[in-house]
């Protein structure tokens, strides 16, 4: 089992020092893709049990990071992806699933007027929040828990706008904040396909292993 992270490393982002901590206290085995590589992403990701798109966005090379989503998601690969993975996640059902061929990240364009990636209204940059998980979706069996406290260090998210398309497609809301604003997604009918807004990651800062993260290597064997 070999899982490709998707993003530009940099020793100095948190998230990218906690995910390789993390993957090693499962010892599971990674390698980390540059997303201006990513050209041919059924050559270069065909061998890959799992796709991890990580934290550190604006990436290098946005097309790069909605390929590799888009064959994770076509091909059946299970997918997680965290804070800017689970964003392009959804930038990239948008507009290949939804119809929304112009749907517009804020941080990539932001004279956008009605974004599907917007500015929060309160940035979660080192924070922890509550996250409340809705009832029969994989994320809840997954944490076996109603409520739970996660870290952040994110400044967009989801605009609230578009989420009655999401209401209507596969792609399932599977957790909120306090307030109600969509924090995670699952699709339906894919062996493992789970964004969160959240970095689980993080929980390897404290030598812990994360259940969503043990969730994903599992669908990845």
Same mark, same amino acid.
């Given at each position: 089992? $070999? ?10 982002? @948190? ?6 901590? %993390? ?11 540059? $997303? ?8 270069? @990701? ?29 091909? !059946? ?17 948008? #507009? ?7 749907? &517009?990240? &804020? ?28 009832? #029969? $979706? ?16 994110? %400044?967009?998210?989801?605009?609230? #706008? ?12 599977? &957790? #909120? ?5 969509? !924090? ?24 812990? !292993? ?12």
């Amino acid at each position: 089992m $070999t899982i490709a992270l998707i993003g530009d490393r940099d020793p100095k982002i @948190l998230a990218h020092q906690a995910i390789e901590q %993390s993957l090693a206290l499962f010892s599971a085995k990674f390698s980390w893709i540059g $997303t201006e590589e990513i050209v041919e992403p059924r050559q270069m @990701l065909g061998a890959y049990r799992g796709i991890w798109a990580v934290p550190g966005s604006p990436y290098r090379d946005t097309d790069g990071a909605l390929a590799a989503i888009q064959h994770a998601r076509e091909m !059946r690969v299970p997918f997680l992806g965290t804070c800017g993975g689970f964003q392009h996640a959804l930038l990239e059902y948008a #507009r290949n699933v939804l119809g929304l061929a112009h749907a &517009a990240h &804020a941080e990539l364009e932001p004279a956008a007027s009605d974004p599907l990636i917007a500015p929060l209204a309160c940035a979660l940059l080192e924070k922890s929040d509550r996250i409340h998980l809705v009832p #029969r $979706t994989r994320l809840h069996r997954i944490y076996g828990a109603d409520v739970v406290t996660e870290g952040y260090h994110c %400044s967009y998210g989801p605009n609230p #706008r578009f989420e009655a398309l999401l209401s209507e497609s596969p792609l399932t809301i599977n &957790a #909120r904040d306090d307030v109600g604003e969509v !924090r995670g997604v699952e699709l339906d009918g894919h062996p493992f396909y789970i964004g969160v807004l959240f970095q689980p990651e993080r929980a390897a800062l404290t030598g812990k !292993r994360h259940p969503l993260i043990e969730a994903f290597l599992e669908a990845s064997r």
